[in-house]
T-cell receptor, first 117, second 111 residues
Framework: EAGVTQSPTHLIKTRGQQATLRCSPISGHTSVYWYQQALGLGLQFLLWYDEGEERNRGNFPPRFSGRQFPNYSSELNVNALELEDSALYLC????????????????FGPGTRLTVT | EDKVVQSPLSLVVHEGDTVTLNCSYEVTNFRSLLWYKQEKKAPTFLFMLTSSGIEKKSGRLSSILDKKELFSILNITATQTGDSAVYLCAVLYSSASKIIFGSGTRLSIRP
């Protein structure tokens, strides 16, 4: 079974530009979570999408946004890039069955390393 | 403010030793606590703990949750060099609406 995939692996942008990162969840998973892991810092929760809707977001400015497509894949967009946006961006997918209340484990993709110069 | 605190921040032991990693939390609307192993990039899932006092075990790794004292431990017995990694603890909020990660424990196993 294929795991979570992310693209691109690396992305280099200059300050002020926009970056688009992509994530494909494990087949059958409906939830996608985005995280930022800056150098020396822990994983910071960014966004949660489930069934095509944004369910929650972390303490990040509005220039971090995204969407989830009908096939449950997701995009993370970062506008007006700043130097401190340089980080590893991780996507995780999860199968949330509210009715049965099971299977909340998150499985991570390999990440996209974003460098802002 | 909700937080997840892991200790120690780093640990160096010899192959064959047993280690215990700690995770304490202060989180409203707790649902579950998760442990991950991060070697290079993607964290890999180890355990999810929802109920207090029930040990979860996978090979040489085991973990338990104490919801009264708000902490969890991850034990690794007979450590091997392949266990060297950053171990992350995370708390999932109810309704899976949010997750907070600790800063991790960097474990180094010397041959």
């Amino acid at each position: 079974e294929a795991g979570v995939t992310q693209s691109p692996t690396h992305l280099i942008k200059t300050r002020g530009q926009q970056a688009t990162l992509r994530c494909s969840p494990i087949s059958g998973h409906t939830s996608v979570y985005w995280y930022q892991q800056a150098l020396g810092l822990g994983l910071q929760f960014l966004l949660w999408y489930d069934e095509g809707e944004e369910r929650n977001r972390g303490n990040f400015p509005p220039r971090f946004s995204g969407r989830q497509f009908p096939n449950y894949s997701s995009e993370l967009n970062v506008n007006a890039l700043e130097l401190e946006d340089s980080a590893l961006y991780l996507c995780a997918s999860s199968l949330i069955r509210v009715a049965s209340g099971s299977s909340y484990e998150q499985y991570f993709g390999p990440g996209t390393r974003l460098t802002v110069t | 403010e909700d937080k997840v605190v892991q200790s120690p921040l780093s640990l160096v032991v010899h192959e064959g030793d047993t280690v215990t990693l700690n995770c304490s939390y202060e989180v409203t609307n707790f649902r579950s606590l998760l442990w991950y192993k991060q070697e290079k990039k993607a964290p890999t899932f180890l355990f999810m703990l929802t109920s207090s006092g029930i040990e979860k075990k996978s090979g040489r790794l085991s973990s338990i949750l104490d919801k009264k004292e708000l902490f969890s431990i991850l034990n690794i017995t007979a450590t091997q060099t392949g266990d060297s990694a950053v171990y992350l603890c995370a708390v999932l909020y109810s309704s899976a609406s949010k997750i907070i990660f600790g800063s991790g424990t960097r474990l180094s196993i010397r041959p």
